[in-house]
């Protein structure tokens, strides 16, 4: 069974940095695509960004580029996004996901992770 | 980006009635060498992730109920729960992902009358 869970709630500063981990089993950790997304309370999902595990080679969105970090440790089948410079309007819940089948094309999200609550607050 | 757009925001149906949730893309998800519409429908229930219920516009999610379905190409599609039951109450969304990013409609809120 694939499963993806990820670590607890953070409580942030504005301006701090947060480091959300993805831990992953039932699947073969670099033969997909980890994908991140922002769910900003009462709003629909927002992709973040992605990263290839075998390579580490990342793809951000636009909003996001230049704050974030996204990592893969194939050592421990873990995924990590780093998100710097907090501001509020990055309160949301963050989401891993991957697609639900290998044959499946990127972008479809077949099975995620529960949930990380970031609060970012003065 | 290739935006999408949900009507309506909420609607209530009465339990065993037919609901139906419209998604509008900015620009069309068919992609013409394969025929297929990069669009799927996922539900979610408060303090759930989103579930994937249907994707390539029609296609059901193992284990998904067949009263949903979903249909639609080029830049209008539709969802479609033939039967309402209680578990149904959810928000509902569509996403592309025919092109980087990948991008969700704002969601529709489905109640029970």
Known sequence: EVQLVQSGAEVKKPGATVKISCKVSGYTFTDQYMHWIQQAPGKGPEWVGLVDPKDEETIFAEKFRGRLTITADTSTDTAYMELSSLRSEDTAVYYCAIIPVPSMVQGVFGHWGQGTLVTVSS | ?113
């Open chain 2, 1 to 113: 980006d290739i935006v999408m757009t949900q009507s309506p925001d909420s609607l209530a149906v009465s339990l065993g009635e037919r609901a139906t949730i419209n998604c509008k893309s900015s620009r069309s998800v068919l992609y013409s060498s394969n025929n297929k519409n990069y669009l799927a429908w996922y539900q979610q229930k408060a303090g759930q992730p989103p579930n994937l219920l249907i994707y390539w516009a029609s296609t059901r999610e193992s284990g998904v109920p067949d009263r949903f379905s979903g249909s639609g190409s080029g830049t209008d599609f539709t969802l479609t729960i033939s039967s309402l039951q209680a578990e149904d109450a959810a928000v509902y969304y569509c996403q592309h992902y025919f092109t980087t990013p990948p991008f969700f409609g704002q969601g529709t809120r489905l109640e029970i009358k």
